[in-house]
Structure formats: C-alpha cells, structure tokens
C-alpha cells in the first residue's frame, strides 16, 4: 500500500542548531512531494514542493528540501532554527500528480529550547 | 494571494442534528478542492474530492449519504455532516487546488457533537 512515514513524531532542537525531518514514501514512480508547516489555530502553509528537476529545493522562512530518488526520502532541512519554527510539519505525497488529494505523514512535532 | 477560507471556526451540535461547513477561495477559483479530516495529534486523511458542477469522489470508507459534498461554484464548496454523531467529532480542513498543482489548505473547522 501507498504510504509516508515520518519516522519522528517528536524532535527537539536547540534554538540555532539545525534542523532534519525525514520523510519516506512507498510507491514505485516519482510522486509528487510537499512539506507542509501547521501551527496551532492556523491553517497548513506550503513551506515547499518537489515535483521534478532539481533534487534540491528551497522553500519559504529558511528550509529546504532533498529528493533521494534512491532512498525514496524528501528530507527536511533548515540550518539555524528560530523559536517561531516551534510547529507540526507534515509531509504529503500526491500520487498521480499535484491534482490529487494527497496522502499524509504523521507529523512530526517540532519543539525549541531556547 | 492563495487564501482558503472555513467557516465556521467551530461549531457544536447536538446528536443526530445536521452541520454544514464552508469552504472559500477568496483570492483564486479553484476547480477542485478537497475535504480532509483530522483526529486530534494525528495526520490527515483525505475524505473525498469534490470537483465543481459534478459529483464528489469519495474516499474508500467514507460515507457518501453522510458527508454531504456540493461545489456549486468555482469558489465555494460544502460540507454537511447528516445526522452528526459523537464519533463524527473531528477537525474538518478543506484546501482549494490552486496555481502549480498545489493544495491551498483551510484553517479547519473543529466540530464537536454532543
């Protein structure tokens, strides 16, 4: 079955290190892929997206993102994390394209210490 | 520009009472937009897609008679829950298919019913 794994549902980081969120999706083809930021009472902001092209993609508020084709993965990255980046980030695959309803992780809950 | 909205916020009914829920593109039209359903500290799961002027696709397991989907226009789509039970509780966030195949997602809408 198609499925995304985020395999952390809880990091902590220190404000100012970096950050890694990793996501891992199970399908065969290339879909499409997005990280999504939620904070509380707010609505899922689009932080990026991979739909080809470059592996390496930059995205709002400092993230990035990397497609390992070999590792089925979409990683997320920021260098220096700030307290406002406190958040649940969710990956999201759409499998028969960016049209289709997506497929979610589980989130994982990202807390700063100061 | 890219803004989904839901109304309302919240909403409280009483068992076997009906809920309708809003979803608007304000600033874009969106042809297709979906409805996904969120348990509380868990992921998204998509409920159904609903394309304008016809009918919506549901997801397998979700009751159509139930989940009332209508997209009258290009910026406007609904969701009634028919005769609301407890476990019909949830968080209900839309999100509007926008430019470059990308879900503009809601700010959600938590029903509870007693």
């Known amino acids: 079955a198609q499925s995304v794994t985020q395999p952390d549902i809880h990091i902590t980081v220190s404000e100012g290190a970096s950050l890694e969120l990793r996501c891992n999706y199970s399908?065969?083809?290339?879909?499409?892929l997005f990280w999504y930021v939620q904070s509380p009472g707010q609505g899922l902001q689009l932080l990026l997206k991979?739909?080809?092209?470059d592996t390496l993609v930059q995205g709002i508020k400092g993230f990035e993102a990397e497609f390992k084709r070999s590792q089925s993965s979409f990683n997320l990255r920021k260098p220096s994390v700030h307290w406002s980046d406190a958040a649940e980030y969710f990956c999201a695959v759409g499998w028969g394209g960016g049209a289709d309803g997506l497929t979610f992780g589980k989130g994982t809950h990202l807390i700063i210490q100061p | 520009g890219a803004v989904v909205s839901q109304h309302p916020s919240r909403v409280i009914c009483k068992s076997g009472t009906s809920v309708k829920i809003e979803c608007r593109s304000l600033?874009?039209?969106?042809?297709?937009m979906f409805w996904y359903r969120q348990f509380p500290k868990q992921s998204l799961m998509l409920m159904a897609t609903s394309n304008e002027g016809s009918k919506a696709t549901y997801e397998q397991g979700v009751e159509k008679d139930k989940f009332l989907i209508n997209h009258a226009s290009l910026t406007l789509s609904t969701l009634t829950v028919t005769s609301a039970h407890p476990e019909d509780s949830s968080f209900y966030i839309c999100?509007?298919?926008?430019?470059?195949?990308?879900?503009?997602f809601g700010p959600g809408t938590r029903l509870l019913v007693l």
């Open positions: 399908y065969g083809a290339t879909p499409y």
């Open positions: 600033d874009f039209q969106a042809t297709t």
């Open positions: 999100s509007a298919l926008g430019a470059g195949e990308t879900q503009y």
């Open positions: 991979y739909f080809s092209g």
